[in-house]
């Protein structure tokens, strides 16, 4: 670790992630140089912990039971606004990193980011900077600029029920409804019904169409 590095020691950490391996594999990289002081896996225990330690910066993965990690930053914000939120996740679609921006987070980067970028990251969001892995920062521009309507996907979105963004996303990139049955450990026959659902809510009519509709929208 770089020199640079050294002024991260004095900052309190929460992880939050639903996914226990990945929290120790986070704790293990970053312990030794901030003070990691709770750990979250969904909405309800990572507010109940970020509320009772008040850390500097909250790591925060996206999608969580309970309502996902803007809902974790919407609970808390209201009470304790000096909470600095980085989203951490291995998702880099344009609604997720939009989504939770809107809801207060400083910064967005994915999980392929190494340990010391991501105490860099979490040190410069403690001060108050904006970080974002570099791919990530155009989805907001855009969404400032108006390229992207955001409006638009917020509301389309909300009709999906989680799982069936899970399916529409993979259908998407070009699965097909086995592979998604085997990534998702669900029936094909679930599948099915969950694609026939996303069609109809997004009022599209066939897999091409959702597609473009997912592209266009830079979801996959």
Known sequence: ?????????GLRVVIVDDHAMFRAGVR????????????????????????????????LDVHLPGGGGAEVIK????????????A???????????GVIRAGARGYVTKSI????????????AAGDAVFSPRLAGF?????SGAIDVSAIDEELDRLSVREREVMKLIARGYSYREV???LFISIKTVETHVSSVLR??????????TKWATDRHLV
């Not at 670790?1 to 020691?9: A, W």
């Not at 907001?140 to 400032?144: E, K, W």
């Not at 809510?201 to 959702?210: E, T």
């Open 28 to 59: 293990h990289e970053i312990g030794q140089h901030c003070n990691v002081v709770g750990e979250g896996e969904d909405v309800a225990t990572a507010v109940a912990v970020i509320v009772a330690t008040e850390p500097d910066v909250v790591l």
């Open 181 to 183: 049955a085997k990534e």
């Open 75 to 86: 609970q808390v914000l209201p009470t304790r606004p000096d909470v600095k939120f980085l």
């Open 201 to 210: 809510k997004l009022q599209l009519s066939n897999r091409h169409q959702l």
């Open 114 to 125: 190494n340990s010391e970028e991501l105490l860099e990251g979490m040190a410069r969001v």
């Open 88 to 98: 951490l996740s291995v998702s880099d679609a344009a609604q997720d990193v939009i």
């Open 140 to 144: 907001v521009l855009d969404a400032f």
């Open 1 to 9: 670790m770089s020199d640079e590095m050294t002024d991260v020691g």
